[in-house]
Structures are given as C-alpha cells and as structure tokens.
C-alpha cells in the first residue's frame, strides 16, 4: 500500500499555540511549496486555536494533516486529509506510549482509521518540551536510534519513524543510522533546521525533513529555502 509521505521531501509543521510574523498569513505558508502542512504542538494547544489554523489553511491546495497532542484537540473535520499520531517510542512514561491513545479510543470509539497513522517519534533533545512533558530518554546513541527504528519498523509495523531533536540541530549521524535501519518505513526528522544548509544536511538522510519555529520566527522566504533545500537534496 502507497502512503502520501513517499512522495513528500518537507513538511511544514504550523504551532496554533505561536504566532506568525506580522507580514506572514497561513495562505503565505501554505504557497511555499511545502508537500504538507501539519498543524500541532506540545504545549497550549486547544481545539479552539487548532480550528483557527485549520479553518485558515483548508482554502488552500496544499495536503492538510493535524497531529494531536492529546486526545482532547482533535478535530473531525473533512477537511483534513488525515491526523498523525505520535507515540512516543522512548518516553519515561508509558502514558506517551500507548495510554493516550487508549484513552482516545476509549472515549471515542471507532477512529476514522482509513484517515489515522501513527508516528513512532524518538525524541532526542532533553531541552525540549516534548521530551519534558514525555519524559524521554534522551541520552541515546546512533545505535540506540537504529534499533528503536528496527522496533517501530519490524515489531510494531509503523509506517513513519520520526526522529525528533525539537529546538536543535540533530547529529546527522544518527538520522542516518535510523535511515539505515528502516526499509519499508518513513523516517521524518525535525528541530534546528534553520536555512537551506541545515535542510540539506538532515535532507540527505531522512526521507522527509519536518520544518515548525521557522515560520513563525523567520517567514516565508526562509521557509522556501528549506523547500528548496529539500527538493535538491
């Protein structure tokens, strides 16, 4: 079976909980040439601001994906092209692992699973919020980040590996190991992408490269770099 995110090289992750520069709207973002748009975050987010970037960014012809954070924010909007899920391979906490998702199902019932995919995150920057509010293991080498990419990959049939360093640059070495250890698998990675070299670098190696703070601290044309970046890479 074909996914979308076979054929994307970027995505452009849009946080309802920040704001955009003055001069920069959703439609803006939405025309940069990104493959996908995904709206989430760690912190702040409501089913009220999720819906004002939805709403904002579903007039425009780009691929629309929410990523909750918890099961509280999602929204059941046709509008959306489907909802990726994190679970949190090295969380502290099995709360990240699978309790939440437990919980959403529990609540809900019957997920609209033809439109549902989880991504098996490893997250790997101590300093970030997600690795904070998960509880993350985060003193992982190369070979550690492959064999949970084996795990998610072999074990538990996930279609995306998503190697997370939120709010730093990564070690190439181990996006790369994760790369290596998959084959049927999507690896995204995202944090510290900042220019069209920082896009390159990581875009050599992931399938797919995951761009958030940039739009809301740099704009657009920043954001086209990393577009350009990992189109060439």
């Not at 092209?81 to 809900?108: C, M, Q």
């Not at 538990?156 to 181990?174: A, R, T």
């Not at 790369?176 to 084959?183: K, V």
Request: glycine share 8%; aromatic share 8%.
């Amino acid at each position: 079976m074909t996914t979308p995110w076979e054929d994307w090289n970027h995505i452009l992750k849009i946080d309802p909980d920040k704001e955009l520069p003055e001069d920069v709207t959703y439609g803006d973002l939405c025309s940069t040439g990104t493959d996908a748009i995904e709206v989430g975050g760690t912190m702040g987010i409501t089913r009220e601001n999720m819906r004002a970037v939805i709403d904002a960014c579903a007039e425009h012809d780009v691929a629309l994906y929410l990523e909750p954070s918890s099961p509280d924010v999602v929204l059941d909007d046709d509008v959306i092209d489907g909802y990726l899920v994190p679970t949190v391979l090295n969380a502290g906490s099995p709360f990240w692992i699978t309790e939440a998702h437990k919980e959403w199902i529990r609540l809900e019932g019957d997920l609209d699973w033809e439109r549902t995919t989880t991504e098996a995150y490893i997250v790997l920057n101590p300093e970030a919020d997600v690795a904070t509010l998960t509880e993350a293991n985060c003193d992982l080498g190369a070979d550690d980040v492959a064999a949970y990419a084996t795990v998610a990959e072999r074990m538990f049939g996930q279609e995306i590996v998503y190697v997370e360093y939120s709010g730093m640059l990564g070690d190439e070495g181990v996006v790369e190991a994760a790369a290596n250890a998959t084959d049927e698998a999507t690896v995204f990675y995202g944090g510290g992408i900042h220019d069209y070299d920082s896009a390159y670098s990581m875009a050599q190696y992931a399938d797919v490269i995951v761009v958030g703070d940039l739009a809301h601290d740099e704009g657009i044309q920043a954001v086209r770099e990393t577009v350009d970046a990992a189109n060439d890479a």
